[in-house]
């Protein structure tokens, strides 16, 4: 569950991370009545990115221009979803803009943390300048000061940013939490921090233990709008060969940092909605997203390698698995349907009689390997489930399974070149 801009700073205000005077307006005749002095900033209060570029967040300076602008807003849909609610923040001169996240990989079992000297609207600038520190034993001052070193900060930076990773880890563990993400931190001219944005993702499974979490998602279950389109980084690098598909920015964040590191080159990057809770009933599912994303990844001219990086549920590892088995099998025409002796469960690596026989076919058959060669390979990091459905039905494809993402990174890299 994604938390809305002024509820994850209801939960920043808890642990001492500063934010600014801020109102939630429901109504553009609320703004009549407005405590905060002018100029203030009205920001649509949608659990979806990209809002600036949408024209869902404005600057006004008086309550005649503010009350244009709020209705305006409330009649904007951003990737789909309208708000029923605005918030009015007071207006920060930031001198300097910077990116922090503290992330629960499920794949690592460990917190990360992320920083990048770029913050902003900007996520391209954002993703080349990340930073990546995970967290490998109990937390201490030294991991958060490590990230802010590495960031390239200096000074009193280095303990004014520190002390704000250090809160959010710490409203992590504390809530449970699957990320944690401050873009923009603003800095003043005097070195003042300020979050002046935030993002919270909640771990469903985690409601029972909070009800104070539980009051906040039943706030945040709004209906939605269908919308089947993926978020887009672009990148500029016209010699880049491999295709990235995250469920988060965070998670994109750490995925571009260890490829880049590694020296790889990536063409495009696709980031469909939803973290662990996504939900599978819902027509704005992520699940649903992922026909068309697969397609346009696959379909980039140059793309050689399709990195899947998705943390989730169960469940919904388990769909989105059965997606794109769907859609490969769907690209070769190779059947989609098993047999009961071949769905049957067999220790790894064990093939039915009648699986080695149509997988043997599959292979002769010239149409299907000419199919199989235009196919880019497929990385797949998909934590959260079991899916050995999906791989017994991928078998005789260019689809590579890996736990790991360090090594699914480097197979990425390796097979891209």
């Known amino acids: 569950?994604?938390?809305?801009?002024?509820?994850?700073?209801?939960?920043?205000?808890?642990?001492?991370?500063?934010?600014?005077?801020?109102?939630?307006?429901?109504?553009?005749?609320?703004?009549?009545?407005?405590?905060?002095?002018?100029?203030?900033?009205?920001k649509s209060q949608v659990p979806k990115g990209g809002r600036g570029k949408a024209g869902g967040i404005r600057l006004?300076?008086?309550?005649?221009?503010?009350?244009?602008?709020?209705?305006?807003?409330?009649?904007?849909?951003?990737?789909?979803?309208?708000?029923s609610v605005l918030l009015a923040e007071s207006h920060y001169d930031a001198e300097r803009e910077f990116y922090l996240a503290v992330i629960l990989d499920y794949g690592l079992g460990r917190p990360v943390l992320l920083g990048s000297a770029q913050g902003g609207v900007n996520l391209e600038m954002v993703m080349a300048n990340i930073q990546r520190v995970v967290v490998e034993q109990e937390?201490?001052?030294?991991?958060?000061?490590?990230?802010?070193?590495?960031?390239?900060?200096?000074?009193?930076?280095?303990?004014?940013?520190?002390?704000?990773?250090?809160?959010?880890?710490?409203?992590?563990?504390?809530?449970?939490?699957?990320?944690?993400?401050?873009?923009?931190?603003?800095i003043s001219s005097t070195g003042k921090?300020?979050?002046?944005?935030?993002?919270?993702?909640?771990?469903?499974?985690?409601?029972?233990r909070h009800p104070e979490l539980l009051n906040l998602a039943s706030i945040s279950a709004e209906p939605t709008q269908l919308t089947t389109q993926p978020t887009e980084l672009k990148w500029t690098d016209r010699e880049g060969n491999i295709g990235i598909l995250c469920n988060s920015s965070c998670l994109a964040a750490?995925?571009?940092?260890?490829?880049?590191?590694?020296?790889?080159?990536?063409?495009?990057?696709?980031?469909?909605?939803?973290y662990a809770s996504w939900d599978l009933q819902s027509l704005s599912s992520p699940v649903q997203q992922l026909q068309s994303t697969l397609q346009r990844i696959t379909e980039t001219p140059g793309i050689r390698v399709v990195l899947v990086n998705i943390l989730t549920s169960a469940a919904a590892s388990e769909a989105v698995?059965?997606?794109?088995?769907?859609?490969?099998?769907?690209?070769?025409?190779?059947?989609?349907?098993?047999?009961?002796?071949?769905r049957a469960e067999r220790p790894t690596g064990e093939r039915s009689p009648s699986h080695r026989k149509r997988l043997n076919r599959e292979r002769k058959d010239p149409r299907k390997s000419a199919a199989v060669k235009q196919l880019p390979h497929f990385v797949i990091r998909l934590v959260g489930g079991k899916n050995d459905a999906a791989k017994e039905r991928l078998a005789?494809?260019?689809?590579h399974w890996i736990d790991n993402l360090d090594r699914a990174v480097e197979q990425a890299i390796s097979l891209a070149k």
């Open 1 to 42: 569950m994604d938390l809305l801009e002024y509820q994850a700073k209801q939960l920043f205000r808890e642990v001492g991370i500063p934010v600014l005077p801020s109102q939630c307006i429901g109504d553009p005749a609320d703004l009549k009545r407005l405590e905060i002095p002018y100029p203030v900033v009205l």
């Open 60 to 83: 006004v300076a008086n309550t005649i221009d503010a009350i244009a602008a709020a209705r305006a807003i409330f009649n904007l849909p951003i990737l789909g979803q309208y708000p």
């Open 139 to 186: 937390f201490s001052p030294f991991y958060a000061r490590r990230l802010t070193l590495k960031m390239g900060l200096q000074d009193q930076l280095i303990e004014s940013v520190s002390g704000i990773v250090h809160k959010m880890y710490q409203l992590l563990i504390q809530k449970d939490l699957d990320s944690v993400e401050i873009n923009p931190l603003g």
């Open 193 to 208: 921090v300020m979050a002046l944005d935030g993002k919270i993702k909640v771990n469903d499974y985690a409601l029972g």
């Open 254 to 274: 750490a995925t571009l940092d260890l490829l880049y590191q590694t020296k790889g080159k990536p063409a495009s990057c696709l980031i469909v909605d939803g």
């Open 321 to 342: 698995a059965e997606v794109i088995a769907n859609y490969l099998v769907s690209k070769v025409g190779t059947s989609p349907v098993l047999s009961v002796a071949d």
């Open 396 to 399: 005789a494809l260019p689809v």
